[in-house]
């Protein structure tokens, strides 16, 4: 497999150079700083294709051009939102970026309530716990008919859950839930969380299956055209928040919209723990099934709790089969290697890492930390290199 490294550009707080030193070869990064109200130029992305290759690296995938809102609420502004998807996908391919990782989840991204969780062995993990969630939802946020998308007894937990929290650790939950997480497209006030959840009011989950089916009918032509691979991420965590629907959630959402353009280039970023997190999916099965549509794979793993919280585990050591699911990965690229593709590799990277080590005392964008990913690269590496030795 390919090597990658996830990096925020120029500002990232890990530099290129430590991402080589820990064994990537690959880079996923974005222009995160653009704007979604235009199309990324050539010249943005082969200035940042420069900076990438400068360090002995290559842009392997774009992770990712945002989908605006417009094109999730479908409706009068989608088809000029997608046009201006479609030329950033064009420049990025005729630049040589040809995986295009990017999700579908409405208003907020992937989401965490405590960024600083303590594990048995002192390093700190990413967390999203059920309770201080609902208890954000219904009793701060006080989003209209919150308490009626929850079990009676966890709305019970999460009040007097609440009534345990000091002011600021409320204003560190809300921070942490809609503040924005690196490479998430928004970062929300209160009021503003509000009024965006307000403009899916009434959608379904079947009107949003049908504005990403139109998504994908217009893209990913484009996309087999030029020669590209286009990446849905899962959502994160994989079940409705503040009362919208996700549709890329299940081993049936999958088959739904790789089934809506059915080719090659409409496929999937495997991401283990955002898929783990769920307890009704089998992650080993889901890499079986969909294994000819995986185009690039997030190696993560969570431990998951009965009321639908989870904790971010270390790389081997969560509930998914991490071994199983490299051993899928690499059969299929043997597969796609046997039948003489040049684009047999799966990119894949490092998701998150605990903060441990001198990295808990010093600033790092949460779950992208340089020595809990080194940590987890280096382990998904000796899993591979013991898979190879072995023979498949």
Known sequence: MESCWRWFGPKDLVPLQHARQAGATGIVTALHEVAY???????????RKALVEAAGLRWSVCESIPVPGAIKLGG?????AIGIWKDSLVNLARSGIKTICYNFMPVVDWTRTDLRFEMPTTALALRFDMVEFIAYDVFVLRRKSAEADYAPELVQRAEERLKGLSEEAVQR?????????????????????????ALFEGMTARDLQSNLEMFLQ??????????????????????????????????????????SVDHPANGLTLCVGSLGSRADNDVLDIAREFAPR???????????????????????????????????????EARRRAEGRDDYLIPMRPD?????????????????????????????????????KAGL
């Open 294 to 332: 995986v185009n690039f794979a997030h190696l993560r793993d969570v431990a998951i709790e009965a009321d639908g919280s989870f904790v971010e585990a270390s790389h081997l050591e969560g509930r998914s089969d991490m071994h199983a699911i490299l051993r899928t990965l690499l059969a299929e």
């Open 76 to 80: 009068a502004g989608a088809r000029a």
């Open 218 to 259: 217009e893209v990913a032509p484009v996309a087999a055209e030029l020669g590209a691979r286009l990446a849905i991420h899962p959502d994160d965590p994989p079940i409705s928040l503040f009362g919208l629907p996700r549709v890329v959630s299940t081993a049936a959402d999958l088959r739904r919209i790789l089934g």
């Open 352 to 388: 998150h890492g605990h903060l441990i080590g001198d990295d808990i005392d010093k600033p790092t964008n949460p779950g992208y930390s340089l020595i809990g990913r080194l940590k987890g690269l280096a382990e998904l590496h000796g899993v591979i290199h013991a898979i190879g």
């Open 37 to 47: 109200s235009r199309s990324w130029t050539p010249a943005e992305i082969e200035a």
């Open 173 to 197: 939950l809300e921070n942490n839930i809609i503040a924005g997480l690196p490479g998430g497209e928004d970062s929300y006030g209160r009021e503003a969380i509000r009024s965006a959840i």
